[in-house]
């Protein structure tokens, strides 16, 4: 007999290979059942489709895949079962004990002959010039069924004429060759749940329509691919294989972009990308993806990358390129002369978060083993530090406590301050699936983010949270829940330390914190807050999301205090459907943190004050290491406009677009002595630099990153560095000549130091996430598969620790001068500061940054949908397009930093959250006012740019 | 804040000032110095603390008593 139900079997080899043609079902309950003559056990509520393949009799199908739920309309699927009469569809019938299935007979054979028949009666006979010849399920269902002959003839009535839909700059959209299995409108729906796809019409005359029968890109469609790979023939494909060919080789790998960590299988034809397929097996995307993992990769081979190292003494000069060893040594020498003159002090690094684990660790590494300081910083500190301080105070550890598929068990959900569907898309679709399924949702934001109302999807309570007030409102949903008796005083006895729930008691309960009570500061009416706090309190699993709209606040860290004493205080911590999940923005923002890239903090979030862990690494990196913190970002650049901070290593990052306050930046870099710039392209802060060392694009080299649920993935190298070495050989080459010397063969052995050092890293090696596909943290002898669920019995530091959080308004509020309030975010085509995507065709949905005004305030001002505006802060002034919304409330303006001519950060001030400096992006008071030309700024910056790329010219041509 | 203060230190004077506001409320004097004091011990590199206590009597005006307590704790 064979036995398919072994969860340890299934989770030592899962055959991602094999579309098993239904979804896998999940159920203690086991049936057996006979096919073809094999008896096979499998769960109560499987398909007879899905058990058959899994017995090895697989059914010849076209509307059925396994990423969708069963259909049965392409009648291809039938078997015979004994006791049913007909020939039932195998996709939709579920198995019964004892059951008797035949996959093959000459009834059976003839039957589905006849069907594929019909199909091909009304497709064109072009295999040979097909784009999916050879990856065409339609043709391979064909040659199943022994089709020979279609004897209807092609004169009659047909759909072969249909007009090609070529606007998306992705995939193109045949409708000639659609076979009308609704598999990719399903995908739209089920997977993306977007909605963007319908059948249209009836009989003859359904077809698939985009929108209102638009253009793909005129319609709903988010690009996310989903369709693309639904699609069992040409009719939605891929230009790059029209353009390129079928694949021939694959590589299963891990996205760059968002802290979602799809994982991908990047497919190759020769070196040549053909294209991303968004890989089954991934533990975080399980199959989907958006628009950035599946098409934008382009920039890789952008025509800006650089490829040789460049130097130069002033930024002033012209570049020259150089080979590694004199670009090496010239930036050695640099920062050794600087160390002689001004203090071992006076230099430092940063890491990002767009590297990969082995590449942050050895960033780190060089600075407090090779440069002897411990100023290195990390460009979390501008996102996500307050996430750290927040949770390792409250919960004991550093990261978010679920995983993704947890939300799945959610009853209600908190999304807070993020907006998941643009930033993080991939969640964002598993999120809207649970919420579909009858989830409630509680939107805390100040604009009207998608989830509050898209198709099926419909937020219970909208809170329109005034920028910077996040404290006093999470402090008013606490304060309901002790009024409304919602508390599980059971979970805080048995897991809360007894004095920090008795202070948090007695605060909480003060009238100032009560919604009636902040409302006023808050804007969210106490009545609706009080149903909200009802809802979250009195779910069986309540679950919070939140992203950069809480942490990047002047009380970052306080909110996500607050955010975790809501947890703990309704016992939603340590199983599935609950917990405390940050969105992290980049791809490894989680492991940039965890690699010991904080000035204060070894890998593993170990202060560096604590003498064992200090010994264990000066014993490991054969050193004597600094007990004391080091300068973060903000505080290198104050340093260095005071003249003491004269040289910086930059692996990765562009703060000059990135960071707040972008004149203080400016200056601080015009500063240095030797900046350093390790990165794909000239980007904003390489224009300062006087070293250039061209990096590698994640297909490039070998690594780790870790996402936003503490996973490991592995990031394969998929073609050589263009520019001849991986970053991590280029620290080393660094290291090596500033005179600590390093000697990694392979960034393997780097993981193996980050194990042989961190206790929660102990059981990680390449061979392991080779084995288990990926890991998440902690990964011991405690957790030797990992740890999916955080503290499910006991926190890091024994009892969760509540905070009292006090509101402390923002300095940074509305005034005559600044009435209204600008708040920043992110757009689903675009990443971060866009030196990637703005380098794809993702371009053409977001080709500038825009003011999103609300109509009551574009009235007073006379400005109207389209206008520039000048929009001006204290900090700065800059001018955008004004697009007229009601998404955003009246008194706030919202942009987006993607465009660095945009100088979003122009605008936004110095002001950061108390304990950990992560910069106000989210709030900053400004006026706006109907102008017709460029900024001051503005100005400056094209005159500089052009500049600058003319230095870069003149290096390239000679 | 009062032009008297350096340049160079109206950031890390601004900075405390928010530490003091937000980690000071609610307790007593002795227990917000402690708090603040260990704060800046845990976070600050020891650069941006000398610098405040080299300078403590220009920027006195600015800082709250609990600040410049924690300052001396430092000392």
């Known amino acids: ?958 | 804040m009062s032009s008297a203060i350096p340049a160079e230190l109206k950031h890390n004077v601004k900075m405390l000032s928010d530490i003091v506001r937000n980690l000071g409320a609610g307790k007593s004097q002795e227990s917000a110095v402690a708090a603040v004091s260990t704060h800046l011990k845990k976070f600050w590199s020891p650069s941006m603390i000398e610098s405040l206590q080299k300078h403590r009597a220009e920027i006195a005006d600015e800082l709250p008593a609990v600040a410049l307590q924690a300052l001396d704790k430092l000392e």
Not at chain 1, 187 to 199: S, W
Not at chain 1, 371 to 397: I, M, Q, Y
Not at chain 1, 571 to 599: A, K, T, Y
Not at chain 1, 886 to 901: D, L
């Open chain 1, 1 to 958: 007999m064979l036995n398919f139900y072994d969860p340890a079997e299934q989770q030592e080899a899962p055959r991602w290979d094999i579309d098993f043609g239904t979804p896998r079902v999940a159920s203690d309950t086991l049936v057996s059942l006979t096919i073809d003559g094999t008896e096979i056990t499998v769960p109560q509520g499987t398909s007879v489709m899905r058990a058959a393949t899994q017995a090895g009799f697989a059914i010849p199908k076209l509307c059925a895949t396994d990423s969708l739920q069963a259909f049965g309309s392409c009648r291809m699927c039938v078997v015979e079962i004994d006791g049913m009469k007909g020939k039932p569809a195998s996709c939709t019938t579920p198995v019964s004990d004892g059951m008797v299935v035949r996959t093959q007979s000459e009834s059976l054979q003839r039957l589905r002959r006849n069907v594929m028949e019909l199909y091909i009666s009304d497709h064109p006979l072009d295999c040979l010039t097909c784009a999916a010849n050879g990856d065409c399920e339609l043709q391979d269902m064909a040659g199943v069924v022994g089709l020979r002959d279609v004897r209807y003839g092609f004169e009659g009535e047909n759909h072969l004429q249909a007009e090609k839909d070529q606007s998306n700059p992705y995939f193109t959209f045949d409708p000639s060759k659609c076979i009308v299995c609704s598999r990719c409108v399903r995908a739209c729906d089920e997977i993306q749940g977007t909605l963007a796809l319908t059948i249209d019409g009836r009989g003859f005359e359904s077809k698939v329509a985009a929108g209102q029968n638009a253009d793909f890109m005129d319609s709903e469609c988010v690009s996310c691919g989903a369709c693309v790979q639904a699609c069992p023939t040409a009719t939605l494909i891929e230009k790059s294989v029209e353009n390129i060919g079928q694949p021939k080789r694959s590589i299963v790998t891990t996205c760059a972009y968002c802290g979602v960590g799809c994982s991908f299988k990047a497919e190759l034809r020769g070196d040549q990308l053909v294209r991303m397929v968004p890989y089954k097996g991934g533990g975080a995307n399980k199959g989907h993806s958006c628009v950035k993992g599946r098409f934008a990769f382009s920039y890789a081979n952008h025509p800006d990358r650089i490829t040789r190292p460049l130097v130069r003494d002033s930024i002033d000069e012209d570049w020259r390129e150089v080979d590694w060893d004199e670009a090496i040594a010239f930036a050695a020498t640099k920062l050794k002369d600087i160390q002689a003159r001004y203090g071992v002090q006076s230099i430092g690094g940063i890491t990002s978060s767009r590297c990969s684990n082995e590449e942050t660790y050895l960033v780190q590494k060089l600075v407090r083993a090779g440069f002897g300081s411990n100023n290195v910083d990390t460009c979390a500190r501008v996102c996500h530090s307050p996430t750290g301080f927040g949770l390792k105070t409250t919960l004991g550890e550093s990261a978010g406590t679920q995983t993704f598929e947890s939300v799945q068990k959610a009853d209600v959900i908190m999304v807070m301050g993020a907006n998941p569907t643009q930033a993080h898309p991939v969640f964002g679709s598993q999120l809207k699936k649970r919420l579909r399924a009858g989830a409630k949702l509680i939107v805390a934001d100040p604009r009207a983010i998608e989830l509050v109302e898209s198709p099926h999807i419909r937020a219970e309570h909208h809170l329109a949270v005034r920028p910077g007030t996040n404290v006093a409102f999470i402090n008013a949903m606490a304060h309901v829940l002790v009024r409304e008796k919602l508390l599980d005083h059971a979970f805080m006895e048995q897991r809360c330390d007894d004095a920090s729930v008795a202070a948090w008691l007695e605060f909480i309960q003060q009238e100032r914190n009560s919604p009636e009570a902040t409302e006023k500061i808050t804007g969210v009416p106490a009545a609706e807050l009080i149903a909200a706090a009802k809802l979250f309190g009195k779910a069986a699993n309540a679950a919070i999301y939140y992203g950069l709209g809480v942490t990047e606040h002047s009380q970052g860290s306080t909110t996500v205090m607050g955010i975790a004493n809501l947890a703990l205080a309704t016992g939603n911590i340590g199983r599935e459907g609950v917990g405390v999940n940050p969105l992290r923005g980049q791809n490894n923002v989680q492991g940039s943190c965890d690699m010991g890239s904080f000035p204060h903090e070894f890998p593993g979030y170990r202060h560096v004050s604590d003498d064992a862990t200090r010994e264990l690494f000066q014993g490991a990196w054969g050193v004597e290491l600094h007990n004391q913190p080091g300068l973060r970002i903000p505080n290198m650049f104050d340093a260095a406009v005071n003249g003491t901070f004269k040289g910086l290593y930059c692996q990765g990052e562009d703060f000059a677009q990135s960071d707040p306050n972008t004149q203080h930046v400016e200056n601080a870099l015009r500063s240095m002595e030797c900046l350093i710039v390790q990165d794909l392209f000239l980007n904003e802060t390489a224009k300062f630099a006087h070293v250039f060392l061209p990096g590698a694009t994640f297909l490039e080299k070998d690594g780790t990153f870790t996402n936003a649920e503490r996973r490991i993935n592995r990031v394969r190298k998929v073609m050589s560095p263009a520019s001849g070495k991986a970053d991590w050989e280029i620290t080393q080459a660094l290291s090596c000549a500033m005179g600590y010397p390093m000697n990694y063969g392979h960034p393997s052995e780097i993981m193996d130091e980050i194990a042989q050092l961190t206790p929660t890293f102990t059981g990680v090696s390449y061979a392991r996430l080779d084995e288990l596909g990926s890991i998440q943290w902690p990964c011991n002898s405690d957790h030797p598969r990992g740890t999916p669920i955080m503290h499910e019995q006991v926190f890091p530091i024994g009892r969760g620790q509540m905070a009292v959080t006090e509101y402390v308004a923002t300095e940074e509020r509305a005034t005559r001068k600044f009435p209204l309030l600008l708040t920043t975010g992110r757009i689903l085509s675009q990443y971060n500061v866009g030196a990637q995507t703005r380098r794809t065709e993702n371009n053409r949905w977001h080709a500038e940054d825009v003011l999103e005004v609300h109509p009551h305030d574009a009235e007073e001002r006379g400005i109207n949908d389209g206008d520039w505006v000048g929009l001006r802060s204290r900090a700065g002034e800059t001018v955008l397009r004004a697009v007229i919304t009601e998404a955003i409330q009246p008194g706030v303006v919202y942009t987006t930093f993607h465009h660095p001519v945009t100088g979003a950060n122009v605008i936004t001030t110095d002001n950061s959250d108390w304990a950990t400096n992560c910069p106000e992006y989210k709030v900053t008071a400004v006026q706006l006012e109907k102008v017709s030309s460029p900024s001051q700024w503005q100005a400056q910056y094209q005159r500089f740019s052009e500049q600058q790329d003319e230095h870069l010219r003149t290096a390239r041509t000679g």
